[in-house]
C-alpha cells in the first residue's frame, strides 16, 4: 500500500475531473487546505476510482455484494438491534482479516489501524464478555457513517 501524498491525490481529483468532465475546485482547495484529506475527497476518489484507494477495499467488496448479502444492509441499518449490530461488525473483522491475509506485511498495520480493527474487536469482547451495548453500538454508528460517505450520492447536489 503506497503512501498517498497530497500531490497524489490533487493529481487523481484533477485526472477525474477532467475524465468526468466535472468541477472539483471547492475540493481542491479544502485538500490543499487542510492536513488530513477531507472525507468528501476520499468519498469522490472512491467512487470514480475504487482502486486509486485500496485502504477500502473491504468496504468495496462489501457495498458490492449489498445485493446478494445482508451485511451492507446491516451494517447501514441505524435501527438495528445490538445484537444484530455485533454480528454485522463480527462479519466485517472476518472481512478485514480476508483482506490482510492477501496483503503484504508491511501493509498490514495501517490498514488494521486505518479500518480500527482494535476498536471493533474491543467493543465485540466486552459486549460478548460484559454485555456492553454502547461500544457495540458506537463502532456500528461509525462504521455507518463510514459507508454513507463512501457510496451515497450526496444530497446537497
Same mark, same amino acid.
Given at each position: 500500500?503506497?503512501?498517498?501524498?497530497?500531490?497524489?491525490?490533487?493529481?487523481?481529483?484533477?485526472?477525474i475531473?477532467?475524465?468526468?468532465?466535472?468541477?472539483?475546485?471547492?475540493?481542491?482547495?479544502?485538500?490543499?487546505?487542510?492536513?488530513?484529506?477531507?472525507?468528501?475527497?476520499?468519498?469522490?476518489?472512491?467512487k470514480?476510482?475504487?482502486?486509486?484507494?485500496?485502504?477500502?477495499?473491504?468496504?468495496?467488496?462489501?457495498?458490492?455484494?449489498?445485493?446478494?448479502?445482508?451485511?451492507?444492509?446491516?451494517?447501514? &441499518?441505524?435501527? *438495528?438491534?445490538v %445484537? =444484530?449490530?455485533? @454480528?454485522?461488525?463480527?462479519?466485517?473483522?472476518?472481512?478485514? !482479516?480476508i483482506s490482510?491475509?492477501?496483503?503484504?506485511?508491511?501493509?498490514?498495520?495501517?490498514?488494521?489501524?486505518?479500518?480500527?480493527?482494535?476498536?471493533?474487536?474491543?467493543?465485540?469482547? &466486552?459486549?460478548? *464478555?460484559?454485555? %456492553? =451495548?454502547?461500544? @457495540?453500538?458506537?463502532?456500528?454508528?461509525?462504521?455507518?457513517? !463510514?459507508?454513507?460517505?463512501?457510496?451515497?450520492?450526496?444530497?446537497?447536489?
Amino acid at each position: 500500500m503506497k503512501q498517498l501524498t497530497k500531490q497524489d491525490i490533487l493529481n487523481k481529483l484533477y485526472e477525474i475531473a477532467e475524465k468526468e468532465k466535472l468541477d472539483f475546485t471547492r475540493e481542491v482547495q479544502k485538500t490543499i487546505r487542510n492536513e488530513v484529506v477531507p472525507m468528501e475527497v476520499i468519498k469522490i476518489l472512491n467512487k470514480y476510482d475504487k482502486s486509486f484507494l485500496p485502504i477500502y477495499d473491504t468496504y468495496n467488496a462489501v457495498y458490492l455484494k449489498r445485493f446478494n448479502n445482508p451485511l451492507y444492509r446491516n451494517l447501514r &441499518n441505524p435501527y *438495528i438491534d445490538v %445484537k =444484530e449490530a455485533a @454480528i454485522a461488525l463480527s462479519s466485517l473483522v472476518t472481512k478485514m !482479516l480476508i483482506s490482510i491475509s492477501k496483503m503484504p506485511k508491511e501493509d498490514i498495520s495501517i490498514f488494521s489501524t486505518v479500518m480500527n480493527i482494535s476498536g471493533i474487536n474491543l467493543a465485540i469482547t &466486552n459486549y460478548a *464478555i460484559y454485555g %456492553k =451495548e454502547d461500544e @457495540i453500538m458506537e463502532q456500528h454508528r461509525q462504521v455507518r457513517e !463510514l459507508l454513507e460517505l463512501l457510496f451515497l450520492e450526496d444530497k446537497e447536489d
